[in-house]
């Protein structure tokens, strides 16, 4: 957590001196909480997680805010298997498609991208942000894998400042489809 907490004020340091004469910092942020907060608006939202974590899970079910900050918000559509938790360091393969939330308006997602339809996956290593395969993801691609299986599936909304660390500085906020799995051996 402390790592991650040094490359948060290293990526807010370098979005600051990024910004243009047009748009201050604090402005993008103002603009991406209202991008946030107007696709949620349209959605039944969770403050908290469940304490026993078991979740209402399918197209219906309820948004979780997941961190105290409000970086991430979480829709589980398959809560995958009991059991079949991550460990420190695992090489998790996911499937993603992800939407921006700056252009959401009247109901309806923007067009998508991602890699869900190529037979490429993306990887990291489970709360290894020491590689750069796991830390150019940023960290909120990770945190469901805290509270659910290694193959669920989740909507999930991140936040600029904890999704991929390549686009911190734009200050977009995006909803992730997500899909986890293990490497096939």
Sequence with gaps: MKTLRILSLMVAALALGACDDD???ANLLNIENQSVN???ADQTVELEIPADTVFITGPDA?????DEDGMLYMQVLD???KGNKVKDNEQIYFR?????LGNYKDGKLPQGGGNNLTLVPCWFRYNNYQLQGSYQWGAG?????ALLPVDCRVNLVIKSQ???VEEQTNVQPFLYT?????PAI
Aim: no cysteine; aromatic share 22%.
């Design 96 to 100: 993603y498609t992800r939407y921006a």
């Design 62 to 66: 309820p948004y979780y805010r997941i």
């Design 79 to 81: 809560a995958g298997t």
């Design 178 to 182: 997500l899909t986890y799995d293990r």
């Design 141 to 145: 691609i990770q945190r469901p894998l």
């Design 162 to 164: 904890m999704g991929v």
């Design 38 to 40: 107007n696709f949620l």
């Design 23 to 25: 748009q201050s910092y």
